[in-house]
T-cell receptor, first 115, second 111 residues
Framework: NAGVTQTPKFRVLKTGQSMTLLCAQDMNHEYMYWYRQDPGMGLRLIHYSVGEGTTAKGEVPDGYNVSRLKKQNFLLGLESAAPSQTSVYFC??????????????FGPGTRLTVL | GEDVEQSLFLSVREGDSSVINCTYTDSSSTYLYWYKQEPGAGLQLLTYIFSNMDMKQDQRLTVLLNKKDKHLSLRIADTQTGDSAIYFCAETAYSDYKLSFGAGTTVTVRA
């Protein structure tokens, strides 16, 4: 199993450009999450999904959109990138039915720089 | 999310014990976790504790939970160079599978 994979690993954008980050998991997990990691701030939840076709806002959703058209994929879109969106983005997945403690499995991250 | 706080840096000598501390504010927390992030990688679950426990031991790792003071700690015995990483404290409430993370403690192990 590949686990959770993210594409791309690195990206540099200019202000105003758009892009989509792709997350894929092969563990048949129901829940998927997008976080951003900034120095001194830990991980903050952007959006999450509790199943195919459903999405919900997290702590910092402004400027991002998501889609979960297939159970194994969770896409994060930036319609008009801003320098404040420079960050490392992590995708995670979990399956609450597997164990009460609901371990989240993380991808390797995408480092995004917006100039 | 609710606030989770931890100190940002810890330096420890190889072979000594490391203790990383965390405080949280959500009284409805049911599970508390320690995740480890190695350089350039994603987070991996290191250990967790259910809120009705006050201690959990797993090989070199000891987790202590003081629910009254909302204080969580992770002790790593016989710290090795491979333990150099960022350690995140996180919590969740039973009805909500979202995690709230602390800012992470960077542990540096020196020879």
């Amino acid at each position: 199993n590949a686990g959770v994979t993210q594409t791309p690993k690195f990206r540099v954008l200019k202000t105003g450009q758009s892009m989509t980050l792709l997350c894929a998991q092969d563990m048949n997990h129901e829940y998927m999450y997008w976080y951003r990691q900034d120095p001194g701030m830990g991980l903050r939840l952007i959006h999450y999904s509790v199943g195919e076709g459903t999405t919900a806002k997290g702590e910092v959703p402004d400027g991002y959109n998501v889609s979960r058209l297939k159970k194994q994929n969770f896409l994060l879109g930036l319609e008009s990138a801003a320098p404040s969106q420079t960050s490392v983005y992590f995708c995670a997945s979990s399956h609450p039915g597997l164990a009460d403690y609901n371990e989240q499995f993380f991808g390797p991250g995408t480092r995004l720089t917006v100039l | 999310g609710e606030d989770v706080e931890q100190s940002l840096f810890l330096s420890v000598r190889e072979g000594d014990s490391s203790v990383i501390n965390c405080t949280y504010t959500d009284s409805s927390s049911t599970y508390l976790y320690w995740y480890k992030q190695e350089p350039g990688a994603g987070l991996q679950l290191l250990t967790y504790i259910f809120s009705n426990m006050d201690m959990k031991q797993d090989q070199r790792l000891t987790v202590l939970l003081n629910k009254k003071d909302k204080h969580l700690s992770l002790r790593i015995a016989d710290t090795q160079t491979g333990d150099s990483a960022i350690y995140f404290c996180a919590e969740t409430a039973y009805s909500d599978y979202k995690l709230s993370f602390g800012a992470g403690t960077t542990v540096t192990v020196r020879a």
